[in-house]
């Protein structure tokens, strides 16, 4: 596996014990470097044995200037991102020692095959964050749900998703 390839998979030391949270951290951690990222704002971090997607409100992230309110795509984005990055984790949570190479190929294939947005709410708030549930896991992709609301728990925007490995 090339050294880009290890670092986009969480870069995991497959012949070691390495604890859930260790790869979560580390899936996180590659998805944080992102030129994109950082482009957008945008940060996953694990809270309470979860990855969650944050981004907050700033100038350049507002769709409608007359209302400030957050682009939908800056929310559609959120929401693939963290479907992406959840359903990477639920691979390795699923994988057992021996297939932990394989599963970290499946991970480093992960791509967005579809995905519908429902835009529940505008866009307003200070900060918003994603988090995804599994909706199905198969040998060859998966189907997440993804919810984004803002800082004061307001439901934003919802998505469902499949991903390819």
């Known amino acids: 596996m090339t050294d880009a390839a290890k670092n986009w998979t969480g870069n995991m030391d497959l012949s070691s014990n ?12 590659a998805f944080n470097a992102s030129p994109f990222f950082a482009h957008s704002l945008m940060h996953m971090s694990v809270i309470d044995g979860q990855i969650e997607a944050r981004v907050d409100m700033a100038p350049n992230l507002v769709g409608n200037v007359a209302f400030q309110i957050l682009h939908g795509g800056v929310a559609a984005t959120l929401l ?25 190929k499946k991970v480093s294939r992960l791509a967005t095959v579809d995905m519908r947005v429902d835009y529940l709410a505008p866009g307003r708030g200070q900060y918003f964050t994603a988090r995804a549930e599994t909706l199905r896991l198969g040998r060859k992709g998966c189907t997440m749900r993804m919810t984004m609301v803002n800082d004061e728990g307001n439901a934003i925007a919802t998505a469902i998703a499949s991903y390819a490995y």
């Open 18 to 29: 390495v604890d859930m949270t260790q790869i979560l951290q580390g899936l996180c951690q």
């Open 80 to 104: 693939d991102s963290i479907g992406g990055i959840s359903a990477m984790g639920e691979l390795y949570k699923h994988a057992k020692a021996e297939d932990m190479t394989e599963t970290s």
